[in-house]
């Protein structure tokens, strides 16, 4: 344990398992770092690079590194790693350029220009995409972060399972409050420019062969001022990646004579009443947005090119409370003379509004050409969608999409830390960047996969959390995260209107989630 700077600030006490375990309790002040060992986790001894042999401790002397890490970004992962680099001793400084933490989980009114047609680049950015109803699509006992469980009380007032967009935003304040994190946190500042400065000794050193100059600005300001330079040894991105919204090109769609948004841009259903509106794209957003505008709008069209359930592709219509949604295939185009023509040659006539549910594209303004490049919203080359292979000590929590994400950053953070500090081997140049061109040999045109898809990891996220696991060597999740999630992805097909509401099929996971959770035990003391 390592005891920083105390300010006054509410005291807290940690009971840890382990500590628990051992008999002993760490009284603790907000700044202080706890080492959370859990079950399974290695003993913390370092591994020998070429072998992952553990050392000795006279060979572990003087082996752990302790680096200088900016991380981009303040929001669920970006807590994450600097919980994790603080476990590790590495030093962090994290940018955020809200004035508070939440990332995206901090609904705000603000909504930027919609440019569905691309041509406003130079348009203010607002960051969230929250809408003012948002409930959240996994039960919070398997969404929160496994060190700090989400269920232990209500962190805004609203307990249920499947909370509103509120709770997750103060269970994520409480989580940085509780570990101290934001005492690393710089706000109001944007990462505007990464650069980086290959080293003297790059040979001798290849695992550590650049350095990283970071530009950061005022974010109160939309011109770039009150800049200032920092040097560090790694970067960690966490960024997020809901706020630069994507748009599939559809024929005549610039022609087409109604109103033409994103999703990223929708925070109420007022502006839809009485309307006729298509809807594209039926993830969770855009099924959850068609039934709330179909309580104001005259008609709702759904249309998607996949669905959840195969099923939902042919139950067309009388959808949603006031049954006037209607499901129809991909837009085949959109008419000059407002309707919309769908594959299976069906016909919306007369539609005003259409709303992309499309999803988001992975944007990194700040970096330099060379590291990483997206393509298609494929970002590459990264080893195990998390390590830039040509630049080892960058990093990036939270690519991959469709999982469960928070517990998921913890791991991805472990690593990297863990991988900074030479508790676990880092790969080999070669073998990142091997690693990358594995995953790459899975994309289309050599590969199966859609490019848009690569890092798309639905069941596979649990294969993925076990690895990233191993490779931290820390203990890998409990089954009943990927039971508990598997049965809220079933419930949530038997009862698509109903599923936060309904009861789950998972009495048993629950048990499970119950007893871990106690296990870990965390206190709050209030300050004087
Ligand atoms: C509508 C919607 C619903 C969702 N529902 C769920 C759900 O039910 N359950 C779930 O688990 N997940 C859900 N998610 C996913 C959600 O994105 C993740 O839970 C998680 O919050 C992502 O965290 P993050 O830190 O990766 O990104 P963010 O939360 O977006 O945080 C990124 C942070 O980086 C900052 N930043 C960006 N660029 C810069 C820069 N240049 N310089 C400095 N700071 C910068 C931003 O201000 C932000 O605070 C949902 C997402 C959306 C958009």
Redesign the pocket.
Known sequence: MRTSRVVNLPTIIVVGRHARRRRETTTVRMTTVVRAKRVGDDDGAMTTPMTGEKMSKEEEKGCRRRARVCV????????AAIRALRLESHDVVA????SE??????YSESVELDDVAGEREDRARV?G???AS?????PREV?GFEEFPFSMRAHAGDARRFCGHRE?QSYLKRYAQTFGLTRDVEYD????RVERVVRENALEEERWSSQWSVT?AS?RCRDVVDTKTEMFDAVVV??????EPRVPEFKGALEWPGKRVHSHNYRVPDEFAGKKVLLIGAM??GEDLSREIGLVADKVYLSARTWQNPAWAHATEGIGARGNIFRKPNVAQFNRDGSIEFEDGSIAPECDVCMYCTG?KYAF??LPDGVVRVEDNCVAPLYEHCIAANALSMSF??LPWKV???PM?ELQARWIARMLSGAVPMPSADEALRGAAALESQLEPNGPLPRRHAHCLGDAQFEYNDRMAKLAGVAPHAGWRARMYKATGLNKRANPETYRDAEMPDAEELEAAEKEFKSIDIVYVEAN
């Open positions: 981009v970004g303040a929001g669920a992962a970006g807590l940018y955020e350029l809200a933490e939440g990332g995206t989980w901090r960051h995409s929250m809408y948002l409930r959240t699509n996994l969404m997750v500042r944007r990462v505007v950061t974010s966490a960024n997020g990646h809901y706020s969770a957003s988001y303004p700040f929590i939270g469960v994400p928070f950053f």
